[in-house]
C-alpha cells in the first residue's frame, strides 16, 4: 500500500507540473525570463529558469495578469481532486473540491463555522451605521475549499449504535441535525509573492480563524515564488497559514544552491527545517490529519 501511496502521488505530481506547462502557466519569454520571475531582479531569474529548465519548460509567452493567476487556481484544485479523496482510509468521508470565485454559489457562509457570516451580510448591507460599528472584515474568500458533507446517522451507527434522538442533536456532522457542510480546509493559490499578494493570504488566513464558530479548517498557501525571502514573507512564524507549499520544492533547493546566493541558501533550509515551506505532493497528506 506504502508503495502505491507514493506512485499515486508522484504521477499527480507529475500531471501538475505538466498542466502548468501546458496551459501557459509556467513559460519563458524570448528575453529568457520565467513566467514566476520578477523580472527586475537577477537572482529571481537566475532561481526561476533553473526550475524551469528542470522541468523543460517551453519558450512562449506567458499568460496575462489574471489569467495565468485564474489558472493556477485551476491547476492546483484538479490536483487535490485527483488525490485527496482517494485518501479514505486516512481521512473518511464524503468530500467536495471547489474553485470559488464571484460566479460560484458557494460562499464562506456555506459552511457550519461560518453560516452566521450570511446573517451578518444581511444585516449590515442596508445599514451603513452598524458597518461603521461592527466593521465588514468578516467577508473571507478562499480560492479554493475542500468541504466535508453531513452524515446521515445510518452512516454513524453503521459499526455501532451511537446515536439516536436523545443525543448528540448539535453535533456539526450529523445530517439529521440539519446543518451546512463542514469547511475542512481553505487553499490560497498565489503564483507569485510580491508583498500584496502575501498580505492578501494573510488577510484571508486571520478572517477566517477570527470569525469561525466551531474548529479551524486548514489553511494553506500554495506558491510559485523562486525567491526565498519572499517566501519567508508570508511563510515565517505562526498563528495564521498552517504552512506554505511550494509547486516544485524539490527543483527549487537544486535552483538555489545552484545560484550560490548564501542567503537565499541560508533562508530557504531555515524554512524547510522550521516546517515552514513543503513540496505540494506533501499537501493532500497533511490535509488528511
Known amino acids: 500500500m506504502k508503495n502505491k501511496m507514493e506512485t499515486l502521488l508522484a504521477e499527480a505530481r507529475k500531471k501538475y507540473h505538466e498542466s502548468l506547462l501546458k496551459y501557459g502557466v509556467l513559460t519563458i519569454n524570448e528575453k529568457g525570463i520565467p513566467s514566476n520571475a520578477d523580472s527586475a531582479s537577477k537572482l529571481s531569474i537566475t532561481i526561476a529558469r533553473g526550475i524551469a529548465d528542470q522541468l523543460m519548460v517551453e519558450t512562449h509567452d506567458k499568460a496575462v495578469g489574471q489569467t495565468s493567476g485564474a489558472k493556477f487556481e485551476q491547476i492546483n484544485m484538479e490536483f487535490l481532486k485527483s488525490t485527496f479523496p482517494k485518501l479514505q482510509n486516512l481521512r473518511p468521508g464524503k468530500w467536495h473540491i471547489e474553485k470559488l470565485g464571484n460566479r460560484s454559489g458557494t460562499k464562506t457562509s456555506s459552511f457550519a463555522q461560518y453560516e452566521h457570516l450570511e446573517y451578518l451580510?444581511?444585516?449590515?448591507?442596508?445599514?451603513?451605521?452598524?458597518?461603521?460599528?461592527?466593521?465588514?472584515?468578516?467577508?473571507?474568500?478562499?480560492?479554493?475549499?475542500?468541504?466535508?458533507?453531513?452524515?446521515?446517522?445510518?452512516?454513524?451507527?453503521?459499526?455501532?449504535?451511537?446515536?439516536?434522538?436523545?443525543?448528540?442533536?448539535?453535533?456539526?456532522?450529523?445530517?439529521?441535525?440539519?446543518?451546512?457542510?463542514?469547511?475542512?480546509?481553505?487553499?490560497?493559490?498565489?503564483?507569485?509573492?510580491?508583498?500584496?499578494?502575501?498580505q492578501n493570504s494573510r488577510t484571508e488566513a486571520l478572517g477566517l480563524i477570527r470569525n469561525r464558530k466551531g474548529h479551524l479548517p486548514h489553511i494553506v498557501v500554495v506558491t510559485g515564488e523562486p525567491m526565498p525571502g519572499r517566501l519567508a514573507s508570508l511563510a515565517l512564524g505562526t498563528g495564521d497559514i498552517d504552512c506554505m507549499y511550494h509547486f516544485a520544492l524539490y527543483e527549487l533547493i537544486k535552483a538555489v544552491e545552484k545560484s550560490g546566493a548564501e542567503d537565499s541558501i541560508e533562508m530557504l533550509h531555515l524554512l524547510i527545517e522550521g516546517k515552514r515551506i513543503k513540496d505540494i505532493s506533501d499537501l493532500p497528506l497533511d490535509l488528511a490529519t
Open 121 to 198: 451580510s444581511k444585516i449590515t448591507k442596508d445599514n451603513p451605521e452598524l458597518v461603521t460599528c461592527i466593521g465588514n472584515n468578516y467577508i473571507v474568500a478562499p480560492d479554493i475549499v475542500i468541504y466535508r458533507e453531513l452524515e446521515a446517522d445510518e452512516e454513524i451507527n453503521k459499526m455501532q449504535l451511537l446515536v439516536n434522538d436523545t443525543v448528540c442533536k448539535m453535533a456539526d456532522i450529523r445530517a439529521s441535525n440539519g446543518g451546512r457542510p463542514i469547511l475542512h480546509a481553505s487553499i490560497s493559490a498565489k503564483w507569485t509573492m510580491r508583498s500584496d499578494r502575501a
